[in-house]
């Protein structure tokens, strides 16, 4: 019986969330109305409440879920990189790609800190120092990268890469954009290295 429960509160979950993330990705979280999300997950708007809070708490979770594929994305990356280094860079350059694809872009880096506030406190941020932190050891192991301290080497690099996101997410063309954010992060990630290989192969 608890188990079924528990079924049932997931599946209304995701139905909120799925019904969400349509509507914010489409017409923003702004324009997007709790009744309509409502209707077209087929429940009440006392389900939303119940569940998330309010229609803030719900952008919470869409960006939480949206967060989660990303990370899965990049792990795909690393994994598919030929070394440390290059999966490092990878994963980074990656990580900046993603603010150019529209859903991203809109629910992530422009209404999530207009309505959340400053992203840099968020859940996914500290995960992704974390993930860094761990990369960055690795590379002092493997004397790839001088012998730098390997959480503040995270904080910088992450908080650049999330300063890049957001410049790229509210430029007028986000695809130049990023494509200069790419070309800066290479020059100043190219100075971590022992020697003078490219920062990307």
């Known amino acids: 019986m608890a188990q079924k429960r528990a079924e049932m509160i997931e599946e ?8 969400a993330r349509a509507a914010f990705a489409t017409v923003g979280y702004a324009d997007s109305s709790m009744d309509e999300l409502t209707a077209q997950a087929g429940l009440t708007r006392g389900a939303l409440y119940h569940h998330f809070g309010g229609k803030k708490g719900l952008l919470e979770a869409v960006i939480a879920q949206i967060d989660a594929e990303i990370s899965g994305r990049l792990a795909v990356i690393v994994e598919e990189a030929e070394s440390t280094w290059d999966g490092f860079v990878q994963e980074c350059i990656g990580y900046i790609k993603m603010a150019v694809e529209p859903e991203v872009q809109r629910i992530v880096l422009l209404d999530g800190p207009a309505v959340l506030g400053d992203p840099s406190p968020w859940p996914s941020q500290n995960v992704c120092i974390v993930n860094m932190r761990r990369s960055l050891q690795k590379l ?15 904080r910088l690099i992450s908080g650049a890469l999330l300063g890049a996101s957001l410049w790229i997410a509210s430029a007028d ?25 490219p920062a990307q192969s």
Do not use: C, M, N, Y
């Open 12 to 19: 209304t979950r995701a139905k909120l969330i799925s019904a």
């Open 173 to 197: 063309d986000p695809r130049a954009a990023f494509e200069k954010a790419v070309q800066g992060f290479l020059v100043l990630v190219a100075g971590l290295r022992r020697d003078t290989s």
């Open 140 to 154: 002092i192991e493997e004397a790839v990268i001088r012998p730098v301290d390997s959480l503040a080497t995270a």
